[in-house]
């Protein structure tokens, strides 16, 4: 339980923060990252930054919800592993209710991010083929390989999540979670009185 609760208070603050930040900023988290880079794809990542800047007035609103929505997962993480930690009678409905919103979540930022990625590969794709090129990872690809590539990992983050939202469902709706609440395996039914 404990091991679970770290990871919720983790990913929690992450939601929270990111959420946060792209509030304030609604292009940080498709950024280009400041990292050292070969001289062709440096070159080649100054030429994306106003096409991404672009894509992003493009799906400004839709970024802002994201970030809201975002922020507001990760209060309501945080609370439920205020509750997972004190005991609080209502810690395991509110990690299974986190487990559920967290699916939910994912899924719903899923279309946003795959559509970002298509638009950047649409609008940028020869000059993210050059800096790969140059950084000798992406030589001979086509568009298609490349929103294929974004698609599929975009995917697969989304794929972790939901599968540790899986792992918070079963473990506190599973035995282990009745056990550590205290809730019957079985509860008895009460007969029907005779009228």
Request: proline share 5%.
């Amino acid at each position: 339980m404990v091991v679970l609760a770290a990871t919720m208070l983790l990913f929690g603050g992450g939601e929270l923060v990111g959420g946060l930040l792209a509030l304030r900023d609604p292009g940080a988290r498709n950024a280009i990252r400041n990292v050292a880079r070969p001289p062709g794809a440096e070159e080649a990542a100054r030429k994306l930054e106003p096409i991404l800047a672009g894509i992003v007035d493009r799906n400004r609103l839709a970024l802002r919800a994201d970030a809201i929505a975002s922020a507001a997962y990760g209060l309501f993480m945080l609370y439920a592993v205020a509750a997972v930690l004190s005991r609080d009678r209502n810690g395991r409905r509110l990690a299974l209710t986190t487990a559920i919103v967290g699916i939910a979540f994912l899924l719903a930022e899923l279309p946003l991010k795959m559509r970002i990625a298509r638009q950047t590969v649409a609008a940028g794709g020869f000059l993210l083929l050059e800096s790969f090129s140059a950084a000798g990872a992406g030589a001979g690809r086509t568009e298609a390989e490349l929103i294929a590539a974004f698609n599929m990992i975009t995917a697969l983050l989304a794929l972790i999540g939901i599968g540790w939202c899986a792992l918070l469902l079963v473990f506190f709706g599973g035995r282990r979670g009745r056990e550590l609440y205290g809730v019957p395996r079985n509860p008895q039914r009460v007969p029907n009185l005779p009228r």
